[in-house]
C-alpha cells in the first residue's frame, strides 16, 4: 500500500532523509521511530505529498505520489503533529470543508461527519467555531478530518498529543480497527509504549537512515536484547548506530 523507493530530502547541503526504502502492507499498522531530528516529519510530509523529494518515489496505493499527486491523496488520511484548522469556522464547517476537497457529495459529508463526531463525542462542539477548542479537542477534529473520505492510507504524527486518556484509548482502538479493514496506518510517535503496544512492525530512523526494520521480536534479536522493553530496545539502536 506504501511503497517508498530510495526517498531522499536534502534541505541545501543538509540531508534530512537519506535513501529511505520501505514497503508497507495493507492491513499493516507501521511505528516510525526516532529521535529529535531523525527525519521522520520530513518523511510523513513526503509520504503525504506536502514535500517534494530531492530524489526517489513514494508509490501510495499503485499511484505515484510526484506524477499523479492529487489521486495519490485521494487515497492518503493526515493528522500532523500540530493541528491545524481554520479558526472562524464551525467544526461541522470545517469537515464540509475538507468534504469539498475529497469531492464527497453533501450527502456523504453529512453521514460521515455525524458518525464521526457521535466517535469522538463532539456532539456538544459541532457548532461552535474551532477558534474556541483546546488542543485535545482540534485534535479530535483533525482525526474527523483524515477519516471522513475513508481513505486507504493513514498517516499520523504524533497521535496522542493533547488526548485524555479516554480519547487516547478510543483513537488506539480507531487506528487498530482500521488496519483491520484492510487500510495501512503509519504512525509516527515518541510514546514507545503506544508504538509497542500498536505496531506489527517497527522502523527506526536516526541521523536521516533507518537503521532497523522488523516486528518487535525481530528488533531484539537484532539487538541481542531478550526480555527487554522498546524504549530500552530503542536506545540501544539508536546509541550504537549513531
Known sequence: MINIIGLTKK?????????LNLNIQPGE??????????????????????LKPTSGEVIVDNLDMQKQPQEAKKRVGY???????????TAREHLGFIGGL????NEEILARSAELFNI???NGWVDKRCEEFSH????KLVFCSAFLHQPKVLVVDEPMVGL????SRLVKDLMKQYALKGNTVFVSTHVLSVAEELCDRIGIINNSELIAIGTIAELKAEAAKGDVNLETLFLELTETKS
Not at 534541505?11 to 535513501?19: F, I, K, P, S, T
Not at 475529497?102 to 457529495?105: I, Q, R, T
Request: aromatic share 12%.
Open 11 to 19: 534541505y541545501g547541503e543538509q540531508l534530512a532523509v537519506n535513501n
Open 29 to 50: 499498522l507501521f511505528g516510525f521511530l526516532g529521535p529529535n531530528g531523525a527525519g521522520k516529519t520530513t518523511t510523513i510530509k513526503m509520504i503525504t505529498g506536502i
Open 79 to 89: 493528522v500532523p503533529d500540530d493541528p491545524y484548522l481554520y479558526d472562524r469556522l
Open 102 to 105: 475529497y469531492n464527497l457529495s
Open 120 to 122: 469522538f463525542n463532539m
Open 136 to 139: 485535545g479537542m482540534r485534535q
Open 164 to 167: 485524555d486518556p479516554q480519547s
